[in-house]
C-alpha cells in the first residue's frame, strides 16, 4: 500500500511559478512510475506529466516546456515544478502512482490533490 499526499498549491499571478511535491509513505516509491493529472471546474481529469522508474518524462503538449516532473527516491517524493504558469493552469493537481509503465490506463494510487489558482 502506498500513501500519496501533495502539497504546494497556491494563488499565484499568471507568469508565475509553482513547485507542487508528492510525498509518497507506504512501499518503496521507487518501484513506482508516477504522474501529475489536473482537474478544472466543470472539466474532466487530464494528463500532465508522468515520470518512469527510469527517470523518463513525458508531457502534455499543452505544459511541455513549461513544466517539469522530477522524482527524489530517496525522499519518495516526485516533484512538478511549474513556471510560466497561466490562468488555464488552474485546477486541482493530483498525483498517481502505478506499477505499469504506460501512461495511460488505471493508476494504482492518487493522491487527495492540491489547489493550483492562477490570476491574470
Known amino acids: 500500500q502506498v500513501q500519496l499526499v501533495e502539497s504546494g498549491g497556491g494563488l499565484v499571478q499568471a507568469g508565475g511559478s509553482l513547485r507542487l511535491s508528492c510525498a509518497a509513505s507506504g512501499r518503496t516509491f521507487s518501484s513506482y512510475n508516477a504522474g501529475w493529472f489536473r482537474q478544472a471546474p466543470g472539466k474532466e481529469r487530464e494528463f500532465v506529466a508522468f515520470?518512469?522508474?527510469?527517470?523518463?518524462?513525458y508531457y502534455a503538449d499543452s505544459v511541455k516546456g513549461r513544466f517539469t516532473i522530477s522524482r527524489d527516491n530517496a525522499k519518495n517524493t516526485v516533484y512538478l515544478q511549474m513556471n510560466s504558469l497561466k490562468s488555464e493552469d488552474t485546477a486541482v493537481y493530483y498525483c498517481?502512482?502505478?506499477?505499469?509503465?504506460?501512461?495511460?490506463?488505471?493508476?494504482?494510487?492518487w493522491g487527495q490533490g492540491t489547489q493550483v489558482t492562477v490570476s491574470s
Open positions: 498517481a502512482a502505478k506499477s505499469a509503465v504506460t501512461i495511460s490506463g488505471n493508476y494504482d494510487y
Open positions: 515520470i518512469r522508474r527510469s527517470g523518463n518524462t
